[in-house]
């Protein structure tokens, strides 16, 4: 029963979706502040070359996350400090850190006289049960059967959940992204607030890519995570800006991904649908869901930040 | 003074703040006690908010010395601000929309713990709204608030602080005549506790009503200061603009004609999809004013809309010299002679990020001489800015600048000149002063009256009854969207008009 086609294809989503997860998740907590960071593409990567080398010279997977997730919240200081402090449009600034961190992330992989690309990764993240619980009919392989990293995807999604909804420190976070006028007379400081929270987005961008490198696509080549970047700010929207719902929509685009080898295992005739095909469909999937759902009133409807992308002056009129 | 110094709350001397080489603040001394209620007068564009916003900690003064509670200080942020007890209830209200009332009160209190707990901060909220007498309910979201509500909200905001200064600009011109005079007990109820209170208003029977002592300023410097009891409405007048003057009030038309704009039966739907105009009918007569009064939120801003055809109505008609115009579109409305100056001037009436000479022309540019084809002619632009600017004296316009630079009074006066210059047959006006100074208000209103002399037909939605009773020749109130009263501008007064309002009908009424 656990090896049956429809387990193994929702497991296999779980992990597809892992990376989009915590990715999405930042990126939420990022636009909750109000600002649109278009560099999670870049900051997935640059997580994912750090962590990658951080594991591959020290062997350890913890440290391989920290470093990721400590460089992709350095590399988003870019962003920060352009769209924040000089109020350069969100839009630019984000595309070009998106521009950046995949040259970066490139180059640093062939980088020196024993670069990484081609290499295996030292460690990788594996299902920490074998057996046991994880042998229970259909929970067993569905909650038990992960690695360390999907339910530290879990702990966050509820960790930003709580901390958006429940916390002083969310409140001033969609304080400040609804109305950051209204926000600073109240006391908050905007742009504190939007540099910590940008940095967040940066950090889990960063677990997000390390966690293609180390454990999707544990060998170092260009671009190990796809366009996932872009899918996790189409996911965004798909969730509208909360992080359970992201959880749901990242697995929705793992399955997705998956469908293609599900069909092959099917044997004809679904085996006959060309497999280009379906590498198509978590696009055309995020483009429904961005046409459907990103149009402006909808979008505010559902919860989009009304200050999202527009710049702040204390002194504007 | 020496004996004062320890009463004194709040010293300013020689304050300085400019806005693009714009001297908002010039000089300016001003000094406020403890427990007193301060006045804080001027015309609009003379710097009143923006010595409130230096003081609130929004806005860095240029050069100055800011004395609190007998120390030097600065304020670089608000949140400095509020931590030594300053804060303030901006003109155009600062929360946040989606929040709740209890999260509002919330936000950016630095005493809060960590997990926030929505009950404890909403049973906050109603005790210290009934210790006020400032009743809100804590669960709303404030987009589903009344402004009157969304004002306490912005009270109770401070006082949640323990604000020992409270700055309130222009609270009144939001308020019914009744939530103004509720709002003055709270005002004294908080002087009475020791705290300041600064009241900006343009209203001197208000400042003469609830307030300690004065201080008046004009273009940026203050022009003078007395205790209350010792000032004469008319002497902070004449300070304020620097000129006798005179509200204008109408003489009765001898020349009303034959009806002009006709609404019958009318219906609108309102933002939620319930209908918000409920079977409207009226006529507005040539050369007469038909001032239309109520609460705000009973179905005005859909009459209007549905007037201008930026709603269009659900059934019922609107005609218009005589032809039926329910179904047209604002530019054919426009086209057929309807002008309308809406509440909010930014936004609805002007497009704030355009210049002042482009704003002046929006109505008139598809047209020749302003365009030719698809090509426009920047001369006739700037020719016909010079003009109305010069002819309804729009001070402070700065060239190439956009418009919502100027003061609140500027904009109206710049709207209404865009409107009137089209010679409309009906100008419809939503609370054309509201928030304006003694100055422009006789401007806007003397607009308004030349309008009905030259025989527009006007109609005249406004919560401010004083107005009303100055200006319409006929008055009719609205209330939940339908018409409860009308009656000759002779027989209204404040009382009856605000018992209609409040919903009670009354033997006269339609
Ligand atoms: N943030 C700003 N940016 C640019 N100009 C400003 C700004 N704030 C104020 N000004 C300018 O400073 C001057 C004083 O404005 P302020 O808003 O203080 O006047 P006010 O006395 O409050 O008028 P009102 O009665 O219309 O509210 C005006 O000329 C205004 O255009
Ligand atoms: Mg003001």
Redesign the pocket.
């Known amino acids: 029963m656990n090896d049956s086609t429809l387990i193994l294809t929702l497991v296999a989503a779980i992990g597809l979706g892992t990376g989009l997860v915590f990715a999405t998740v930042g990126e939420i907590i990022t636009e909750r502040a109000g600002n649109l960071n278009l560099g999670v593409q870049g900051m997935m990567l640059v997580g994912a070359v750090a962590g990658f080398w951080a594991t591959f010279n020290t062997e350890s997977l913890l440290l391989g996350v920290i470093v990721a997730m400590i460089a992709g919240a350095a590399f988003s200081v870019i962003h920060a400090f352009a769209s924040v402090s000089l109020r350069v449009s969100q839009i630019v600034s984000g595309l070009a850190l998106t521009i950046f961190g995949t040259g970066l992330s490139s180059f640093l992989g062939e980088a020196g006289e024993d670069p990484l690309v081609g290499n295996p990764s030292k460690a990788t993240f594996e299902p920490i049960l074998e057996g046991g619980l994880a042998d229970i009919p259909v929970i067993g392989p569905l909650i038990f059967g992960h690695d360390l990293m999907v339910y530290v995807s879990w702990l966050t999604v509820a960790a930003a959940s709580y901390y958006l909804f429940h916390t002083r420190m969310g409140l001033s976070l969609r304080a400040v992204g609804e109305d950051p006028a209204s926000a600073e007379s109240a006391g908050v400081n905007v742009a504190r607030v939007r540099y910590a929270h940008i940095m967040a987005g940066g950090a889990l961008a960063g677990a997000g890519g390390a966690y293609f490198s180390l454990a999707l696509v544990p060998t170092w080549q260009n671009e190990p995570i796809g366009a996932s970047g872009w899918i996790a700010i189409a996911l965004v929207i798909l969730a509208s800006w909360r992080p359970w719902r992201a959880l749901f929509a990242a697995y929705l685009f793992g399955a997705a991904t998956r469908i293609g080898f599900t069909m092959q295992t099917l044997g004809e005739p679904w085996s006959n649908i060309p497999s280009s095909l379906l590498a198509m469909l978590p696009f055309v999937l995020a483009i429904i869901a961005m046409l459907v759902l990103a149009s402006g009133k909808r979008a505010r409807f559902l919860g989009a930040p009304a200050a999202l992308g527009l710049p702040y002056f204390r002194?504007?009129? | 003074m020496a004996d004062h110094a320890d009463t004194l709350a709040v010293e300013f001397r020689n304050i300085d703040k400019a806005?693009?080489g714009?001297k908002?603040n010039d000089n300016v001394n001003f000094d406020l006690r403890r427990g007193e209620v301060h006045a804080l007068l001027?015309?609009?564009?003379?710097?009143?908010?923006?010595?409130c916003s230096i003081l609130a900690g929004l806005?860095r003064p240029d050069a100055g010395e800011f004395i609190f509670e007998g120390t030097p200080a600065t304020f670089k942020t608000p949140k400095d601000a509020l931590a030594a007890g300053v804060g303030m209830v901006y003109?155009h209200f600062r929360l946040v929309s989606n929040l709740t009332v209890a999260e509002n009160l919330a936000l950016g209190h630095p005493k809060l713990s960590v997990h926030i707990s929505q009950e404890q901060l909403e049973e906050e909220a109603r005790q210290l709204g009934e210790e006020y007498g400032l009743p809100v309910d804590p669960k709303a979201r404030i987009w589903q608030l009344s402004v009157g509500e969304q004002q306490r909200v912005e009270i109770l905001k401070l006082l949640y602080r323990d604000a020992k200064v409270l700055i309130l600009?222009?609270p009144t011109a939001v308020l019914t005549p009744q939530e103004s005079q509720q709002l003055f007990k709270t005002m004294r109820q908080l002087a009475a506790e020791g705290r300041s209170v600064i009241f900006?208003s343009?209203k001197l029977y208000e400042v003469k009503q609830v307030s300690d002592r004065v201080t008046v300023?004009r273009d940026?410097k203050t022009v003078g200061g007395a205790e209350t009891k010792d000032a004469e409405p008319r002497d902070l007048a004449r300070m304020m603009v620097g000129r006798e003057l005179d509200l204008p009030t109408r003489d009765p038309n001898p020349d009303i004609g034959e009806p002009m704009l006709i609404a019958e039966d009318l219906r609108v739907a309102g933002d939620r999809g319930l209908e918000a105009v409920k079977g409207v009918s009226f006529e507005v007569r040539r050369g007469e004013v038909l001032g239309i009064c109520g609460v705000s939120g009973n179905g005005q801003r859909e009459l209007a809309y549905g007037l201008t055809g930026l709603r269009i109505p659900s059934s019922g008609k609107v005609i218009l010299d005589d032809e039926d115009i329910t179904k047209k579109t604002v530019e054919q409305r426009i086209d057929r002679g309807i002008a309308y100056v809406p509440q909010s001037r930014l936004g609805m009436g002007l497009a704030p990020g355009l210049t002042t000479e482009e704003n002046l022309a929006l109505k008139a540019y598809r047209k020749p001489p302003f365009s030719n084809g698809p090509m426009l002619a920047p001369g006739v632009f700037k020719e016909n800015g010079t003009k109305l600017i010069e002819q309804y004296d729009i001070r402070?316009v700065r060239p190439g600048l956009p418009i919502r630079?100027?003061?609140?009074?500027n904009l109206q006066k710049a709207l209404l000149a865009r409107e009137v210059e089209l010679n409309p047959k009906a100008l419809i006006a939503r609370s054309p002063t509201r928030?304006?100074?003694v100055g422009a208000t006789e401007a806007v209103r003397n607009l308004v009256l030349d309008e009905r002399a030259k025989g527009t037909a006007v109609l005249l939605i406004s919560e401010d009854l004083d107005e009303l009773l100055a200006l319409s020749d006929r008055v009719l109130v609205l209330y939940e969207g339908e018409v409860v009263g009308r009656m000759p501008a002779e027989e209204a007064t404040p009382e009856r008009l605000g018992l209609l309002m409040a919903g009670h009908r009354d033997e006269g009424a339609a």
Request: net charge negative; no cysteine.
């Open positions: 002194e504007q009129r | 806005f693009y714009v908002a001027g015309e609009n564009g003379a710097g009143k908010s923006t010595l806005y003109q600009d222009e900006v343009h300023l940026g402070g630079l100027l003061s609140g009074g928030g304006l100074d």
